[in-house]
């Protein structure tokens, strides 16, 4: 039940390493996602670490505000290191289509599709048929009752900021 404004900033963030390990370091494609992925998720724990874990106990609109000015700092530390210049990100996959009498459907676009259901597919299994998924849920609906079953409650939520800044540079690329 934290709202989390940044969220966005970390899929631009995730664009740009991607973007940068393929233009200057000449990283294959999916070393580059890779190394989005990585960064992301570090920075979505490092982000709840720093900034929403002194908060757990703060009133909601505290955490709006941190929120919104993590947002801010992560905006304005891109701009300072990348530039507000805009970036052509390097064609993947080919400009073709598949065509279906007079529908045409791009490739990236069924590449989209096709990522997108893998990843819903892979993070409704993960949710609904593993003990940390269970504990995921568990925290979601009451913290202080998932606490005295036993489950680390800081650990969870940092776990479920990880998977989601992991998941937003896949959204990125």
Known sequence: KILNFAHGDIIMVGA???????????????????????????????????AYKPLRQATSLAVLITAIGVSYFLQNGAQLLWSASPKMFPA????????????SIAYLTLVTIATCIVVMICLTLFINRTKTGSAMRACSEDKDAARLMGINVNGIISLTFAIGSGLAAVAAV
Do not use: D, H, Q, W
């Open 92 to 103: 993947i996959i080919s400009s073709g289509a598949l065509k279906i009498g007079n529908l």
């Open 16 to 50: 740009y390493i991607a973007f940068f390990a393929i233009t200057k370091f000449s990283l294959p494609f999916p070393l580059a996602v890779l190394a989005a992925i990585v960064v992301c998720t570090m920075l979505g724990v490092m982000i709840e670490r720093l």
